[in-house]
């Protein structure tokens, strides 16, 4: 099987960065060439190394590693399937249960089930895997834009809570992982890795330090930065925003050559310092910059080399492509990869592509892939209809990676090297065309969200239980709620919940706006892990707002359904909107507007280990 390129341990004379991003590029050519090949070996590999692994066993493959046993022995699983392995490894059952390798930690994934974050089992080598995927895309992006490894990224990076399962195991984000894994922090010499934030300042726990650190370090060599970028859309804003309110005192860091007293972190003062040095000419610069009225173009005034900003702003995140482009001054806002707690899927080779065109291509030696076709329902919403189980025949008709149709929609199902087995990944993708023989999928959405403001993930059910919980204040009113949707706006930083609610008042008992701020915050209470740390730990989710509309608004918007072809048979009032007429005209009619008074409850960790500590 074709393996990646290795980088070379430290910059020596003979370092080649030619030589290495040809071979690099080299590599994509035969993995994607050979496509079927490589996924036959890799199910190999994955199945022959844990044959004799419980879940395996119990389910009789018998030691079979081709595709056709496997495929009609093994079922097509989600996660509450193996939640109850998933369980007994966190609770210490150390045994080959998916795995023969030992389970190392687990990724907690932004995806809930039951109102908590999934946990990803993963092993130590699948940092190498990621590591690989992470090698391919500096290579790539050269090809569009040269000169790269002559200046310096400017990324925002950081680390999130993590916690221990009572087996001892820790739990946390694959992004977390990654960063204070070796892998990252003693990361071998490459000119394409070269960061203004130093590695001190990215594993801050604390979010302000590691910010305004990371800020800091990267106004002090705003010369050097040829990209910049965050890994979401949302995440860069938010450090947009952040210089918008701390410029003063980071000018004043500049001009005096210290650092302000608020950040602590001994380890972060140290490496800050070994780059921070007395500039008054810069700081005047930044000043006269983020004074002026307008920030339109602010990326391109203080960074002027930036060449491209490099977010994810498919799916969800697109809604932030307006504002990127106004701070940008319309810079290409380039996608990269494409990667979950997981498993790491694949590469865009296309980069400077327009957002709504981007596709990334599958490297076949990440995982073995198969593919769920997926059906759209006709009507307002467009929604994707996908079987919730499957039967024995379906199970067995899974595409493989080669046999996609260009245009067909597929939900994506993962075998992985550390214990996922015919995964249900939950994001649907559409076939935009080949590399070679592997195909490039554009990300269409993650299955059944309707709401998202960062990595939060809230659907449909959840929403419904949490509004559900809320109304009970409005009983004593004499008040019940007649209709609702929701919307996420983002034209506040940070984003922020919105509820429309039409109320049926049966008496004239005014209801005070303590009651409906209970209403936001006892939502807020009922909605996931990761909604409430965005909320509380991350600040990355402003308060959740109630907007109470006039009687008969959801009526006119059903009129306004039908009058762009909505069939009144059909119609159902849907849960989250995101039409801008629709969220005009539900804005136009509202009469009174509440806010959450108060953060939700959130602590690092399941609810569940809390009660066995």
């Known amino acids: 099987m074709p393996e990646a390129p290795k980088n070379t341990l430290k910059p020596t004379t003979d370092y080649n960065l030619e030589l290495k991003n040809k071979k690099t590029l080299q590599f994509i050519e035969d993995v994607t060439s050979n496509a079927d090949e490589v996924q ?43 939640q109850p392995h998933i369980d007994r490894i966190a609770n210490g059952d150390t045994s080959p249960i998916l795995s023969s390798n030992p389970i190392s930690e687990f990724l907690t994934s932004s995806g809930t089930s039951g109102g908590e974050r999934k946990l990803m089992p993963t092993i130590e080598e699948e940092l190498g ?46 992004l977390t992982s990654y960063y204070k894994s070796t892998h990252f922090k003693d990361r071998p010499y490459d000119p394409y890795t070269n960061y203004t934030s130093p590695n001190e300042t990215i594993l801050c726990p604390d979010s302000y330090q590691s910010m305004y650190s990371q800020m800091l370090c990267g106004l002090c060599q705003h010369k050097e930065v040829l990209r910049v970028g965050a890994v979401f859309a949302s995440g860069f804003i938010r450090a947009i925003k952040f210089l918008e309110k701390h410029w003063r005192l980071l000018c004043n860091d500049i ?13 972060v003062r140290e490496a800050v310092m ?66 979950s707690s997981e498993c790491y899927f694949g590469v865009n080779l296309n ?85 070679n023989n592997a195909p490039q999928f554009n990300f269409i959405c993650r299955k059944n969200v309707v709401l998202c403001i960062d990595s939060d993930k809230t659907d449909e059910v959840e929403l419904q239980n949490a509004v559900k919980n809320a109304v009970n204040h409005l009983l004593p009113f004499g008040a019940t709620l007649a209709e609702y949707t929701s919307y996420a706006d983002t034209t506040t930083i940070p984003g922020h919940y919105v509820l429309y609610w039409e109320l049926s008042l049966n008496r004239n008992t005014p209801i005070p706006p303590s009651v409906f701020e209970d209403c936001c915050l006892t939502i807020e209470e009922s909605l996931n892990s990761v909604y409430r740390q965005g909320r509380v730990c991350d600040k990355s989710i402003g308060p959740l707002e109630i907007k109470v509309v006039e009687p008969g608004t959801f009526d006119k918007l059903m009129d306004y359904a039908i009058s762009l072809g909505a069939s009144i048979n059909q119609y159902k009032t849907p849960r989250c909107v995101k039409f801008a007429p629709i969220v005009e005209l539900l804005n136009s009619r509202a009469v009174s507007s509440y806010f959450s008074p108060k953060s939700p409850k959130w602590f690092p960790g399941h609810k569940q280990w809390s009660n066995n500590n």
């Not at 910059?289 to 697109?318: A, F, H």
Request: proline fraction near 6%; charge should be neutral; glycine fraction near 6%.
């Open 274 to 339: 070994k780059i921070l040095k007395p500039d008054p000419k810069l700081a005047d610069f930044i000043e006269a910059e983020c004074s002026k009225d307008s920030w339109q173009g602010i990326i391109t005034r203080l960074w002027p080399n930036t060449k491209y900003v490099d977010v994810i702003v498919t799916g969800t995140m697109s809604q932030y492509i307006p504002t990127l482009d106004y701070y940008s001054n319309g810079l290409p806002l380039v996608c990269t990869m494409y990667a």
């Open 40 to 82: 036959k070996k890799v199910l190999e590999e994955i199945l022959s190394r844990n044959a004799h692994v419980e879940y395996l066993q119990t389910r009789g493959l018998n030691g079979h590693t081709d595709r056709e046993t496997f495929k009609k022995t093994m079922p097509v699983i989600t996660y509450e399937d193996i």
């Open 351 to 435: 980069p400077l592509c327009k957002p709504s065109e981007v596709s990334y291509t599958l490297v076949p030696t990440m995982a073995y892939f198969e593919f769920l076709p997926v059906q759209r329902n006709n009507g307002v919403t467009s929604s994707i209809s996908v079987p919730k189980t499957l039967n024995e025949k379906e199970q067995q008709e899974l595409i493989d990676l080669v046999d996609v149709k260009l245009g067909q929609e597929y939900e994506l199902v993962v075998t992985t090297y550390s214990g996922l087995y015919r995964y249900r990944v939950g994001d649907v993708l559409r076939v935009a065309g080949f590399k």
């Open 129 to 174: 895997r990621r590591s690989l995927l992470y090698s391919l895309l500096m290579p790539v992006m050269s090809q569009f834009v040269p000169g790269l490894d002559k200046g310096k990224g400017m990324y925002f990076l950081f680390i999130k809570s993590e916690a221990k399962t009572p087996g001892g195991l820790v739990a946390r984000p694959v």
């Open 255 to 267: 001009r005096t050559g210290t650092i302000d007293s608020q950040i602590t972190d001994q380890s």
